[in-house]
T-cell receptor, first 113, second 108 residues
Framework: DAMVIQNPRYQVTQFGKPVTLSCSQT?????MYWYQQKSSQAPKLLFH???????NEADTPDNFQSRRPNTSFCFLDIRSPGLGDAAMYLC????????????FGSGTQLSVL | AQRVTQPEKLLSVFKGAPVELKCNYS??????LFWYVQYSRQRLQLLLR??SRESIKGFTADLNKGETSFHLKKPFAQEEDSAMYYC??????????FGKGTHLIIQP
């Protein structure tokens, strides 16, 4: 009964080879987020969509892009992964209303060789 | 800029002992504070939020604006409380700012 689904659980890519991580939700939530979490660090917000409105954090590198083709799906594209991009990537959703509760996916652990 | 500080990377207590996970924040406006928990091999999930003033699984947290703190407390720790705990703040934007987390270990 997973409500926020991330695939794959583990992703391995090569240095400089584009990679896409996917997230889907069954909650019909307006807002979808992408967080990056490196080892022993706090989850860091990369960007979020409020419906189709894209909101990029000021310090998110240009190497990271996102697409949200419909309410249910959101993708994280890393155009040229570097070794420093190896991390856990977390997708989350919220209704966007007064209830600010976030629902998280299990995450995708990205390795860059 | 908003910031969340969890000074303890690791906290180990014995079963039945009181637990306090510290969280301090920095934000110029009126923040919303949350505690999220991640049990082993599970996803990150909301534990509680300050606006609800609720007690979840025996945990409580009080927002102290004077001390800019939102410490998480439980009077008697249980083994199933072992997990990673993250304090988070929501300022003006939609996203949350997380602390680095505290790994709580409850020893039998």
């Amino acid at each position: 009964d997973a409500m926020v689904i991330q695939n794959p659980r583990y992703q391995v890519t090569q240095f400089g080879k584009p990679v896409t991580l996917s997230c889907s939700q069954t909650l019909n939530h307006n807002v979808m987020y992408w967080y990056q979490q490196k080892s022993s660090q706090a989850p860091k917000l990369l960007f979020h969509y409020y419906d189709k409105d894209f909101n990029n954090e000021a310090d998110t590198p240009d190497n990271f892009q996102s697409r949200r083709p419909n309410t249910s799906f959101c993708f994280l594209d890393i155009r040229s992964p570097g070794l420093g991009d190896a991390a856990m990537y977390l997708c989350a959703t919220s209704s966007g209303g007064a209830d600010k509760k976030l629902f998280f996916g299990s995450g995708t652990q990205l390795s860059v060789l | 800029a908003q910031r969340v500080t969890q000074p303890e990377k690791l906290l180990s207590v014995f079963k039945g002992a009181p637990v306090e996970l510290k969280c301090n924040y920095s934000y110029s406006g009126s923040p919303e504070l949350f505690w999220y928990v991640q049990y082993s091999r599970q996803r990150l999930q909301l534990l509680l939020r300050h606006i609800s003033r609720e007690s979840i699984k025996g945990f409580t947290a009080d927002l102290n604006k004077g001390e800019t703190s939102f410490h998480l407390k439980k009077p008697f720790a249980q083994e199933e409380d072992s997990a990673m705990y993250y304090c988070a703040l929501r300022g003006g934007a939609d996203g949350l700012t997380f602390g680095k987390g505290t790994h709580l270990i409850i020893q039998p």
